[in-house]
Structure formats: structure tokens, C-alpha cells
């Protein structure tokens, strides 16, 4: 049977030249970075060269990025250690509905314990306004966080635009950059951010590592205590094979990602052609633009995603009803239902999430295999039923 990945946003496979890379640091280069003896000193130099090739990737200096487990601890270190340190000048912070729930549940942890929490609307394609983030500020705002680019609708924010208006207010300014790093160009300098969260899985890099980096001067808590690692800001011995991995993937995703986002693009551009254009009764999540390059996301009226991945699956096709870390739940897509779709069309979204390893073969595959899927799973739903006897009945 075949087996076409459609899931990139989930997670990634580990790119072959990141494997070979991270290959000797667990069995040859063993030592704990701390240590002082030769082979320990191999390990401290693959994280310095590693968190070289992180900053160089987003515009900032390597004593700026600190390696962490992955992307949600980014997340909740940033809002939590902003929370924590600057508690005395205020307790107000700003976000948006769409936030991937590493921030979400973290400002929701954080309004039980007596911050108040903005949670900004978005448009119909998922876009932010720059002038309610303004309109949001109070005396008493420590912190602004918006994601780069949305994980399951791949909207792309005015970043560079809210960086700013952070900066005239002297307000500290996260983005959540898990989706976005390696598909989308990042310089921290250029737009104001302050901190921005990453993770390795997502672009090649081995699961359960990521990195916060954070401004120079920007004063934030620990999150987690223990050892001196990280420059005392976080502790516990370091991943080194993830690390390394982390650096070499980044370094690739940046070089490879001009003519990558082309490839893609192309292929995105003719799967939601395909679809939309062949199924009726559906249409395209997210802003139609400014959008990132691998993803597609796209709700069917009358039936239910589940069911939609369950029949892909059987032809071979991984995809997603939405973002990975809520596919166990019930609930419709919180990111859906914020750009206005009603729980009914919430429920039957598709996301395909491509890579440059995918091919317009494969994207032909799927636009063969799924109006005949959805076709079979709209004749079992009593709501086409209605709207076909309906329609016929005009």
C-alpha cells in the first residue's frame, strides 16, 4: 500500500544529514558538557557550535538562544518567567484566540493566579489587528504574545508590526515561532522581538528539543532550577545528540528554504486548486496569502474529519483534522471556531500540511482518492440529505 506523509506541522521525520550528525555524540562524544576532560569539551563545543547555528538562523547572537525540550516549555517559559519577573510593575498580558495551547493553557495557569488575560480576536482568515493589540495596552501590560504563523491554518501575523507597537510601550514581545522557523524569514532584530520559541521536530530535528531565545537585557524568571546549565537560566545536563541535531537542521531549513518554499507552494497551490475546485461545499481556512507554504487546511460541509482520516488512512494518506496535540479530542478546533466557522463546518476540516519531499504525484494521489471519500461519507450524513432534498426542493 502506498504511504504518502501529509502531516508536516504534526511532526517531521529526522533529515538523514541530521541523523549522521548527531550520530557520534551517543556513543563516541558521550561526556557531560560540565565536565572538564577532553571528551566532555567535544560535547561543550557541538552546543556552542549548535546555538551558533540557531542565532544565525533568526538574526540573533548565540548567548541570546537557550536550548530547551521542545517548544511548549519555550512557551511557558517565556510567559511564566515574564510573569514571575515582572510582576510588580503589572499583571496584564495580551494574546490572541488562536494561540497554540502551550500559551493558551499557560495564560489560563496564569489568570488562576491573578493576571488578567486579553485574548485578541481574529479575523475571518485568522489575522490579528494590529490596532486592537494597540487598543489592548494598559499602563499595567508586561507582555505580548502572538504566534508567528498558526499551526493549523498557516496565517501568517503582522509580526514586525506588533514588535513594533511593543517597543514604543516598552512591553516585552514573544512569538510562538514553532511553525514558522525555517519556512518563513525571521530576523528578531528587524521586528522587535523579544523572545520567540522554536522546536526541533518540526523541521528535522529530533523530538523533545527546542530553544527560547531571548533579547539581551530582557530580565525573565527560570522555569525550571537544578544545575548551572544555560548560563543558570535553565537547568538539567544537556541533550547534546538533540541539540546538535536542533543546529544542523535549522542550518539546513534557512539554505534550503528559498527554493523549498517554490517547490511547495506550487504543490499547495494545486491541492487546494484541486480540491476546491472538485468537492463542492467546502472551502479554505486561513488568510488566502499570507499563508505558510506547506499548509492547506480545509473544512467539508456534512461530515466529520475524523471519519475523512480515517478512509485516507486506508488509502495510505497521513493527514490531519487539525493541530496533533487536540486530535484526541472531541471539540472542534479552537482556531476554527475563532475565524467564525460554526461548530458543524468546525468539524469537518482537513489539514494537509506538505514538505519538499512531497511530490505532485503524491498531491495527485490524494486529489484522486478524496471527492470519492467525501462523496461516500456525505451520503451516510442525514444533514446532506436535508440540504440535498432542500436544494432540490428550490
Not at 80 to 89: I, P, Y
Not at 135 to 159: Q, W
Not at 288 to 309: H, T
Request: charged letters at 25%.
Amino acid at each position: 500500500m502506498k504511504s504518502i506523509y501529509f502531516d508536516n506541522a504534526a511532526t517531521t521525520p529526522v533529515k538523514k544529514e541530521v541523523f549522521d550528525e548527531i550520530k557520534p555524540y551517543f556513543m563516541d562524544f558521550y561526556g557531560n558538557p560540565s565536565s572538564i576532560y577532553d571528551i566532555a569539551k567535544e560535547s561543550k563545543k557541538a552546543i556552542d557550535k549548535a546555538r551558533k547555528q540557531v542565532a544565525d538562523a533568526i538574526g540573533a547572537l548565540p548567548e541570546e538562544i537557550y536550548f530547551t525540550a521542545g517548544g511548549s516549555e519555550s512557551d511557558n517559559w517565556a510567559i511564566k518567567g515574564t510573569a514571575d519577573a515582572l510582576e510588580k510593575k503589572g499583571r496584564h498580558i495580551i494574546t490572541t484566540k488562536i494561540e497554540h495551547h502551550a500559551v493558551l493553557h499557560t495564560c489560563e495557569f496564569l489568570e488562576k493566579h491573578g493576571y488578567e488575560i486579553t485574548y485578541l480576536p481574529v479575523d475571518e482568515f485568522g489575522l490579528v489587528s494590529v490596532q486592537d493589540v494597540k487598543s489592548a495596552i494598559r499602563p499595567d501590560t508586561i507582555l505580548i504574545s502572538v504566534m508567528f504563523a498558526n499551526n493549523e491554518i498557516g496565517t501568517i501575523e503582522p509580526i514586525a508590526k506588533i514588535g513594533k507597537i511593543a517597543k514604543e510601550n516598552g512591553i516585552y514581545f514573544h512569538t510562538d515561532a514553532v511553525q514558522a522557523i525555517g519556512h518563513v524569514n525571521i530576523d528578531v532584530n528587524e521586528m522587535n522581538i523579544d523572545m520567540l520559541s522554536m522546536s526541533g521536530h518540526k523541521l528535522g530535528a529530533p523530538k523533545g528539543v527546542g530553544a527560547l531565545y531571548i533579547r539581551k537585557g530582557i530580565k525573565i524568571s527560570n522555569l525550571i532550577h537544578g544545575g548551572a546549565q544555560e548560563k543558570n537560566k535553565r537547568a538539567g545536563t544537556e541533550n547534546v545528540p538533540a541539540i546538535v541535531g536542533l543546529g544542523k537542521a535549522v542550518e539546513i531549513a534557512v539554505s534550503e528554504m528559498e527554493e523549498a518554499n517554490k517547490k511547495i507552494t506550487k504543490l499547495r497551490d494545486r491541492l487546494i486548486e484541486g480540491i476546491t475546485s472538485n468537492i463542492s461545499n467546502c472551502r479554505l481556512n486561513g488568510h488566502p496569502q499570507k499563508r505558510l507554504p506547506g499548509n492547506a487546511n480545509i473544512s467539508f460541509e456534512f461530515i466529520e474529519g475524523e471519519s475523512m482520516l480515517l478512509l485516507l488512512n486506508m488509502k495510505g494518506i497521513c493527514a490531519s483534522s487539525g493541530s496533533a496535540c487536540t486530535s484526541g479530542s472531541l471539540d472542534p478546533s479552537h482556531v476554527l471556531l475563532a475565524i467564525g466557522l460554526p461548530h458543524e463546518k468546525a468539524h469537518g476540516s482537513l489539514r494537509i500540511t506538505l514538505s519538499k519531499d512531497n511530490t505532485q504525484e503524491e498531491v495527485d494521489y490524494l486529489l484522486k482518492e478524496l471527492p470519492p471519500i467525501v462523496e461516500r461519507l456525505r451520503q451516510m450524513s442525514p444533514l446532506y440529505e436535508e440540504y440535498i432534498k432542500d436544494k432540490e426542493a428550490v
